[in-house]
């Protein structure tokens, strides 16, 4: 493991065999901990690349606070959905603002669903659905993020206490907060030795098996915690979970010797071992989230003031605590620290859009988890995506079935090489004698081609790039991107192609 690893630092076909082979959470931990924190950023920008990890970069953002009126709450989100960003549910804190109004914390999360599109990401969820909070936790000021890293508990004392009673009110509830979200998070810190941070690992287990039942996204919480030991437990316990990203949780939580390098080696060992090749942060200081992006990080969790997470990502002790406004920061440290900027940083509605348009295209079916060969269809960010209102309600043109109408001889050119163009591959193969792909990108044209013709029968030709001598070869089109002004420069060189959206 550890020569394939190293190897994967400067080359890509060895990532894309270590992407593609069975994975050890201790051998993988073990290698990445005996490379230097270059080749550590190295590798993490490698498992970006397509298909080896997923290449876009993401904020979600938490919209709510107990002490926040709906008001704000239902602004908050309104700006949230405009701008393309998902929205983090704090569940305690929707049933808090819930119960000022004589409303149950699920009307609240009804009201943001039917005010929104984008994904819903439900967060602090138990067994009886919402979690409860006494006030000492809720109007919480950071002290832990405020003063700096080291601390094993709450300077409070008052982690992670529950109003159980009142939970167990509102539990016939709990199926339809689950139906209106596009993920669930549960957090596996107790087993990670911090009892006092988190529920118990069986409710955690109740959620997740939850969330699973019903087709939603599941993501994991862990500590950095000591950077090896606990990353380990962490990983191991998220995918006995079938978790589909990875939430990364550095900040007072990440009690290694050298901070900055153990966050950049549990971001990138994440990268490695997620099963959805999504690796998010839901709390880091400014110098982790920075060394984080430049090794594998792809979302981070913020959000308006008041919101806790409005402070624990991007700011450094003694500058972290509640009542910070944490996007506008996040979004310049994202763009000074990406440089590969093949999609806007962050994503934003527009991606959104685009995203939606492709799985809906591709089909439930077709799309992650199911694999064509060794990889999934997609990543992480399709099992949330198709959750969502956006998805239900976003119009295409043409659907996988309507591909058929449209051929014309025994060969046919797709215009992209991306995961679109390996589901309408899937759909004709055998029924159709030879597909030629090309693509903009060398590599992505490259690995498609090798990888569709390891799959499938139908013979795969690479189109070496060339839209125009690719449609002239066949006579016969489909453009498979989903973004418009990509479909739009292909369709000014080959106007005939079928166009799908």
């Not at 700096?148 to 339809?176: A, M, N, S």
């Not at 979302?299 to 009542?323: D, L, Q």
């Not at 025994?410 to 004709?428: D, M, P, Q, T, Y």
Request: net charge negative.
């Amino acid at each position: 493991m550890y020569d394939l690893i190293k190897e994967s630092v400067n080359n890509d076909s060895a990532a894309l065999e270590l992407a593609k082979s069975e994975k050890n959470v201790i051998g993988v931990v073990d290698a990445i901990s005996e490379l230097s924190l270059n080749d550590v950023e190295k590798l993490g920008t490698r498992f970006k690349k397509f298909p080896i990890g997923c290449d876009l970069h993401e904020v979600v953002l938490g919209t709510c606070a107990s002490d926040i009126e709906k008001i704000d709450l239902l602004g908050n989100s309104m700006l949230s959905n405009m701008i393309g960003a998902s929205i983090h549910i704090c569940a305690y804190a929707f049933s808090d603002i819930g119960e000022k109004y004589n409303q149950k914390g699920v009307d609240i999360m009804e009201e943001v669903y039917n005010s929104t599109d984008v994904p819903l990401d439900l967060d602090h969820f138990g067994r009886y659905g919402a979690m409860r909070f006494p006030k000492e936790i809720v109007k919480c000021g950071g002290e832990c993020y405020n003063k700096g890293p080291g601390f094993t508990g709450c300077p409070q004392g008052r982690i992670h206490k529950r109003l159980i009673e009142k939970e167990k009110e509102d539990v016939e509830y709990i199926e339809k907060w689950i139906e209106f979200s596009s993920s669930v998070a549960v957090n596996l810190t107790s087993e990670q030795g911090r009892e006092q941070h988190s529920a118990p690992i069986e409710e955690a287990k109740y959620v997740a098996d939850l969330a699973k039942k019903h087709g939603k996204g599941l993501e994991t919480i862990m500590f950095v915690g000591d950077g090896y030991d606990d990353l380990i437990t962490g990983f191991e316990r998220a995918i006995d979970f079938n978790a589909d990203i990875f939430v990364i949780e550095g900040g007072p939580f990440n009690l290694s010797e050298n901070p900055n390098e153990a966050f950049a080696k549990a971001i990138v060992a994440s990268r490695i071992l997620c099963p959805g090749k999504v690796v998010a942060t839901n709390g880091a200081y400014e110098s982790e989230c920075r060394i984080g992006l430049r090794s594998g990080l792809n979302i981070i969790i913020t959000g308006f003031p008041n919101n806790h997470h409005g402070y624990m990502a991007g700011y450094s002790p003694n500058t972290a605590r509640r009542g910070k406004f944490g996007l506008p920061r996040i979004i310049k440290i994202m763009n000074e620290e990406i440089k590969d900027k093949t999609t806007r940083i962050p994503i934003q509605r527009d991606e959104l859009i685009s995203l939606s348009q492709t799985v809906k295209i591709a089909g439930k079916n077709n799309i992650y988890p199911n694999k064509l060969g060794s990889f999934t269809i997609g990543d992480a960010h399709w099992a949330v995506i198709r959750n969502s209102k956006l998805y239900k309600n976003i119009n295409i043109e043409n659907t996988l079935n309507d591909i058929h109408n449209h051929l014309n001889g025994s060969s046919i050119a797709l215009f992209g090489g991306r995961f679109l163009s390996w589901v309408i591959a899937k759909e004709l193969d055998k029924k159709i004698d030879e597909i030629i792909i090309t693509d903009t990108n060398p590599w992505i044209e490259e690995v498609t081609v090798n990888h569709l013709q390891e799959e499938l029968d139908t013979t795969i030709i690479p189109g070496n790039s060339n839209d125009i001598k690719s449609y002239e070869a066949t006579n016969n089109g489909i453009i498979t991107s989903t973004i418009k002004g990509v479909n739009e420069q292909i369709l000014k060189k080959v106007p005939n192609a079928l166009r799908l959206v």
